[in-house]
T-cell receptor, first 116, second 112 residues
Framework: KQEVTQIPAALSVPEGENLVLNCSFTDSAIYNLQWFRQDPGKGLTSLLLIQSSQREQTSGRLNASLDKSSGRSTLYIAASQPGDSATYLCAVRRGAGGTSYGKLTFGQGTILTVHP | SQTIHQWPATLVQPVGSPLSLECTVEGTSNPNLYWYRQAAGRGLQLLFYSVGIGQISSEVPQNLSASRPQDRQFILSSKKLLLSDSGFYLC???????????FGSGTRLTVV
């Protein structure tokens, strides 16, 4: 059974800092890994998607890396801003086959607060 | 472009009442469709997924059911709500090619 863990559970930083959010998963047989952002009371917004054959993806100030063999991914946020405050969720999608093809397994999330 | 619509945004229902939450996707065909629940203090849990019309798979035994009457329509239902059904319900879709998920805006359900 896939388990996804995110560290830290919460993070509070001053504006302008570079920060790293960590995600680890127990089963390396993944199809892809996706990072989401969730604002309070809202749905999930996709930030970055990394296929199992890729090492990293970048979008603006965000960079996500994937080390499938060690079961780890990191989300790097450069020059953080108060508008980055949200919960960040990591989710892995299992590979083809099995009874739950396409299922996403989520971590518990990291609650990020960036204060001015 | 593809969009996903989910309604209602919030719902307060008494215990024992029925439930119907609707989700529709536009701009794509034959999507994989999913219902997730996010309970307070807990992570996201997959409830149902569908790879085609009338094809529903359940991940966990529960008081809820799902149906897919049309290609881009996914409905979450219950005949009699329980207090434990309270939570934030999210609909999502992904392409058949297995790319990323796109989520709806969610429905906050409170059973009183």
């Amino acid at each position: 059974k896939q388990e996804v863990t995110q560290i830290p559970a919460a993070l509070s930083v001053p504006e302008g800092e570079n920060l790293v959010l960590n995600c680890s998963f127990t089963d390396s047989a993944i199809y892809n890994l996706q990072w989401f952002r969730q604002d309070p009371g809202k749905g999930l917004t996709s930030l970055l998607l990394i296929q199992s054959s890729q090492r990293e993806q970048t979008s603006g100030r965000l960079n996500a890396s994937l080390d499938k063999s060690s079961g780890r991914s990191t989300l790097y946020i450069a020059a953080s801003q108060p508008g980055d405050s949200a919960t960040y969720l990591c989710a892995v999608r299992r590979g083809a086959g099995g009874t739950s093809y396409g299922k996403l397994t989520f971590g518990q999330g990291t609650i990020l607060t960036v204060h001015p | 472009s593809q969009t996903i619509h989910q309604w209602p945004a919030t719902l307060v229902q008494p215990v024992g009442s029925p439930l119907s939450l609707e989700c529709t996707v536009e701009g794509t065909s034959n999507p994989n469709l999913y219902w997730y629940r996010q309970a307070a203090g807990r992570g996201l849990q997959l409830l149902f997924y569908s790879v085609g019309i009338g094809q529903i798979s359940s991940e966990v035994p529960q008081n809820l059911s799902a149906s897919r009457p049309q290609d881009r329509q996914f409905i979450l239902s219950s005949k009699k709500l329980l207090l434990s059904d309270s939570g934030f319900y999210l609909c999502a879709w992904s392409g058949q090619g297995g790319l990323g998920y796109t989520f709806g805006s969610g429905t906050r359900l409170t059973v009183v």
